[in-house]
């Protein structure tokens, strides 16, 4: 007996630079367009032109959906193809008498190739409409989350920028999929007291949470990780499980380290000659990952085989057929215990399967594909009552099963250490002095000028855009994370130097038009804002949340 939910969460952080031809970052969003996107759709229309259900729940964050439809940066990405499959031509000539690396090219041209025509054949330039389709024929459930994915426990003191997130979040899944959404993804699944209430007033069903803020909830739950529970604001939430995510999670032994795997740091941006790449990489003297990428793991030294995409593909098999046994075995081992039906909740981010691991597509189309396997034996052998254990979606169980029991879950998150500290410390903490005084800054504004028109309220729409903008949780996340801080902390900045300038403006009554207008083009996220939502939260409505 027993339930098994997948969850996959996409994101990306705004990252759209008109002023220049080029950006480095803007490759972050076509990298998962070619690599994780479009091979996730290929899987599902193979798998539903052969009949074979692939339910599980998927969230498309707000900036990445308006990027995904954004003419400039679809624009730029189909240059990015074009480069792409020049770079591939190149390497077919120059890898003619290697047949090895020869066959590796071959793929990659094709794959690029693939992506240039259905990206407008079957989709119009907006993937978007692609898994629209899916969820609408019910292959699968789209949730939503927040508006420029802050993370919320660290603006709990500003209940109005919090629901602004949440609202935004919700109206912004609506208005791209044309139906609200049950559930709602908490960026880092990061809950605090009070949370639940603020979903429940967006119409909010369910959401995802971390194990241990259900486990320390009140009241315990005897259900553990493995069944919903409701919350004092009845809404739902399914806990994580920590026991299978790390058979996938895990850097040291989950699935994806395996040596026959395709390895991800090996690229012939840096093995090939400056001459050679210097075409296709960033301003010609730049070395990038161009994600051509010839070697297989094999294992932590530099020296590595050449990557066999045969065994990549069997070792794939193999562990989307382990995953579904150990999860099946772990659900009868839960069912033996548990009154509730147990359900097994594994969320994951979306660019793992084929971005950081080459072969996660395929993982995902086998694990599908051996569940509807055990599916047709189970009917086989147990005729109408059919399998005791199989995939669902949230809303699916939620519609057959409902909670378990009630909890009121405590302040968590599933980043390292469980709480804040990933986008709280040393390397990042200075920013929340800045982004605070924003939030109470726009709050003063809305109270200043409740009711403006013109030009005066373009200014505010934008003010509030830009304190949106500023409290993505990516940002802290690269600082702590070390990676490209340079460029995290230049666009927190940014975004608060923009909201000081229109405060400041508004303050002395002396906006420019031409300025605003420029920013304006820069950031169009949420063309439809309206500034009044900061409007500080009364103290009954603070109570509420109590």
Same mark, same amino acid.
């Given at each position: 007996m027993g339930k098994s939910i997948l969850i996959l969460h996409s994101h990306l952080p705004l990252v759209r630079h008109p002023e220049y031809e080029t950006f480095l970052e803007e490759r972050w969003l076509f990298e998962a367009i070619s690599e994780t996107y479009l091979p996730l759709l290929r899987m599902m229309h193979r798998l539903d032109t052969e009949g074979i259900p692939s339910p599980m729940a998927m969230c498309f964050s707000p900036t990445l959906s308006f990027m995904l439809q954004d003419p400039l940066l679809m624009e730029r990405y189909g240059r990015f193809l074009d480069k792409n499959i020049e770079l591939a031509e190149q390497e077919l000539d120059r890898t003619a008498g290697e047949p090895a690396v020869h066959s590796l090219a071959r793929m990659y041209h094709s794959r690029y190739t693939t992506d240039r025509e259905e990206l407008h054949s079957l989709y119009g330039g907006n993937i978007l409409k692609g898994f629209d389709r899916f969820a609408r024929k019910g292959t699968i459930e789209l949730i939503a989350t927040a508006a420029t994915h802050a993370f919320l426990p660290n603006y709990r003191s500003y209940s109005e920028v919090v629901r602004c997130q949440v609202e935004l979040g919700v109206e912004s899944h609506t208005k791209h999929f044309g139906r609200p959404p049950r559930g709602f993804w908490l960026p880092e699944c990061g809950y605090y007291e009070g949370l639940d209430r603020i979903l429940a007033d967006a119409g909010v069903e369910y959401f995802v949470g971390a194990a241990h803020g259900v486990l320390f909830g009140e009241p315990s739950p005897d259900t553990g990780t493995y069944a919903p529970l409701a919350t004092k604001a009845g809404v739902a939430v399914f806990p994580r499980d920590v026991y299978t995510a790390t058979w996938v999670w895990s850097s040291n032994q989950g699935y994806p380290t395996n040596p026959s795997y395709r390895d991800f740091y090996r690229d012939i941006g840096y093995d090939l000659p400056l001459e050679q790449v210097g075409p296709f990489i960033h301003d010609g003297n730049v070395r990038i990952d161009t994600g051509f990428k010839y070697h297989a793991i094999t294992g932590p030294t530099d020296d590595k085989e050449l990557y066999d995409q045969e065994a990549g593909r069997r070792k794939a098999r193999e562990h989307a057929r382990d995953f579904y046994t150990r999860q099946k075995e772990h659900s009868a081992r839960l069912g033996e215990v548990l009154s509730a039906e147990p359900v097994i909740t594994s969320p994951f981010d979306t660019e793992l399967f084929g971005h950081w691991w080459f072969e996660g597509p395929q993982w995902l189309e086998e694990l599908f594909r051996v569940a509807h396997e055990d599916q047709q034996e189970c009917v086989k052998a147990n005729g109408a009552e059919g399998a005791p254990f199989s995939m669902t979606t949230p809303s699916s169980y939620l519609d057959e099963f409902g909670p378990a029991g009630e909890v009121a879950p405590t302040f968590s998150s599933w980043g390292s250490g469980g709480y804040a500290q990933v986008w709280m410390d040393g390397t990042n903490d200075w920013l929340y002095r800045h982004t605070h005084q924003a939030v109470e800054r726009m709050a003063e504004l809305v109270a200043r000028f409740p009711d403006e028109s013109g030009l005066k309220e373009r200014a505010l729409n934008q003010a509030a855009r830009e304190v949106l903008l500023a409290m993505a949780s990516d940002w802290p996340f690269i600082m702590n994370a070390r990676t490209v801080v340079t460029y995290a902390e230049r666009r927190v900045k940014e975004h608060l130097y923009n909201f000081t300038r229109v405060y400041a403006a508004?303050?002395?009554?002396?906006?420019?038009?031409?300025?605003?207008? @420029?920013?304006? %083009?820069?950031?169009?996220?949420?063309?439809?804002?309206?500034? @009044?939502?900061? %409007?500080?939260?009364t103290t009954e409505a603070l109570r509420d949340l109590i």
């Open positions: 508004l303050s002395q009554r002396n906006m420019g038009t031409e300025w605003l207008t @420029r920013l304006e %083009k820069k950031h169009p996220l949420f063309p439809d804002l309206n500034y @009044r939502r900061m %409007k500080r939260a």
